[in-house]
């Protein structure tokens, strides 16, 4: 996966910047796709970052898996509600373009990509779904189901690289708004596995499994008002610092 921020502040309107958004993305779509197929996504990142700082700076962007065997362009506000209204805006201005998916979140992958996919940073062991465990613990009363996780190769990282690969395979696992909306308290930790420990490639099954016991009514991010009023800090600060120092690797994580 190749993904980024932009940083500079723009002279122009964020409807400008969206709009000339639109008007270049059209006549780089080819040339990207053929790009990524040829397994050369990396080669993208200056030229795209580049573009990103100058017209949406503060939100974050990424390439990924599309429909029928495309790919996708996701822009996202990262979890900070304001900035997700504006990434919002730029998805409904969005034009079909062929092979190409847009998202104004980060989606959810299928259950085979997320078994096949791996984290590593610098020369660390890479941590992977598969072997990621999960001990969940649903709090009904709050209606969120609190973790545990661990991977042996986390045991060498700080406590900041381990938060960032475990929400970073989060989203990956439940989209960036299923991470939010299911998952209260995250903890880190080693622990030894039990009843009801589950790997975090099955974490989607357990959570439809709680879904389909309790019922209860999950509202994206806007449109929960207690979300706008009282947005989760834990999830935004462990998603913005230091994400530009991952890598990915994965069948379709470029």
């Not at 996966?1 to 122009?12: H, N």
């Not at 362009?73 to 805006?89: D, I, N, P, R």
């Amino acid at each position: 996966m190749i993904f980024g921020f932009g940083k500079r502040r723009p002279d122009k309107s964020f409807k400008q910047r969206v709009t000339e958004f639109w008007q270049w993305y059209p006549q780089v779509a080819e040339r990207f796709f053929q790009t990524i197929e040829r397994g050369q996504c990396k080669s993208l990142a200056k030229e795209v970052g580049d573009f990103m700082d100058r017209t949406l700076p503060g939100l974050a962007w990424v390439f990924g898996p599309g429909e029928q065997g495309g790919h996708s362009f996701t822009v996202s506000g990262e979890g900070v509600v304001a900035k997700q209204l504006l990434a919002e805006y730029w998805h409904s201005r969005a034009t079909e373009l062929p092979h190409w998916t847009f998202h104004a979140s980060r989606q959810p992958c299928s259950p085979e990509d997320l078994k096949a996919i791996s984290i590593r940073l610098g020369e660390h062991e890479s941590v992977d779904a598969e072997h990621f465990l999960i001990q969940p613990n649903v709090d009904a009363d709050a209606q969120l189901i609190d973790i545990i996780a661990w991977h042996p190769a986390l045991e060498s990282l700080t406590e900041d690289d381990q938060h960032q690969i475990l929400f970073l395979l989060l989203d990956e696992a439940l989209g960036e708004f299923g991470t939010e909306t299911w998952l209260g308290d995250i903890k880190v930790e080693p622990f030894t596995a039990g009843q009801g420990t589950v790997t975090l490639a099955a974490l989607p099954d357990k959570i439809q499994q709680v879904d389909n016991y309790y019922r209860w009514k999950k509202l994206p991010p806007l449109k929960n008002p207690l979300a706008k009023k009282k947005p989760n800090n834990q999830f935004q600060e462990r998603r913005r610092t230091g994400r530009n120092s991952q890598t990915l690797s994965g069948r379709f994580l470029y």
